[in-house]
T-cell receptor, first 116, second 115 residues
Framework: DAGITQSPRHKVTETGTPVTLRCHQTENHRYMYWYRQDPGHGLRLIHYSYGVKDTDKGEVSDGYSVSRSKTEDFLLTLESATSSQTSVYFC???????????????FGSGTRLTVV | SQQGEEDPQALSIQEGENATMNCSYKTSINNLQWYRQNSGRGLVHLIL?????REKHSGRLRVTLDTSKKSSSLLITASRAADTASYFCATDEGEADQGAQKLVFGQGTRLTINP
């Protein structure tokens, strides 16, 4: 997906270990988001950012933290991975806002994380 | 919590037929968006309809929005094998801090186009 990359694409980790996923954008968009996608739940918002060092929680933020030290990078950390965090993680960016927005999200290709 | 709920969960049609997917939501919204996801890939934005709009077209896509019923439909005309994918509706409730567009996604409709 043009302008947004996620790394790694796949990762297997052990329960209890910390894991960091990276989202990098070249679009200079202000807003960045982390979602997880699970069967039966669709996509659920974990955290989002509205600027450098400005982040907030989403619907399913427990067990996750984020950081954004530069406009282009948004990191998602699983502090101590659990099997329930096995999922596909998507990063997204957006420029629009609210009632006057004409733009949706641009998504990355996802990171498939397996916690064993 | 899920805002958008798509119906049906799965749809299988013949190539050339029209495909209709529906989405219902619960609260007031700024806009409603539809996304497509091919297997193993990220979601791709298809179309956005604002809360003050009733119908919108983009190529073979037609989206309607009925805010009184809190529902939307996505129509894909003259379907092609390449349209095989999952389709998600997402609602922007407009309550986010600092203008972030916090979308709430439904669980999606899996569309299969048979050649």
């Amino acid at each position: 997906d043009a302008g947004i990359t996620q790394s790694p694409r796949h990762k297997v980790t052990e329960t209890g270990t910390p894991v960091t996923l990276r989202c990098h954008q070249t679009e200079n968009h202000r807003y960045m988001y982390w979602y997880r996608q699970d069967p039966g739940h669709g996509l659920r918002l974990i955290h989002y950012s509205y600027g450098v060092k400005d982040t907030d929680k989403g619907e399913v933020s427990d067990g996750y933290s984020v950081s954004r030290s530069k406009t282009e990078d948004f990191l998602l950390t699983l502090e101590s991975a659990t099997s329930s965090q096995t999922s596909v993680y998507f990063c997204a960016i957006s420029i629009g806002t609210g009632a006057y927005s004409s733009n949706g999200y641009t998504f990355g290709s996802g990171t498939r994380l397996t916690v064993v | 919590s899920q805002q958008g709920e798509e119906d049906p969960q799965a749809l299988s049609i013949q190539e050339g037929e029209n495909a209709t997917m529906n989405c219902s939501y619960k609260t007031s919204i700024n806009n409603l968006q539809w996304y497509r996801q091919n297997s193993g890939r990220g979601l791709v934005h298809l179309i956005l309809i604002r809360s003050n709009e009733r119908e919108k077209h983009s190529g073979r896509l037609r989206v309607t929005l009925d805010t009184s019923k809190k529902s939307s439909s996505l129509l894909i005309t003259a379907s092609r094998a390449a349209d095989t994918a999952s389709y998600f509706c997402a609602t922007d409730e407009g309550e986010a801090d600092q203008g972030a567009q916090k979308l709430v996604f439904g669980q999606g409709t899996r569309l299969t186009i048979n050649p």
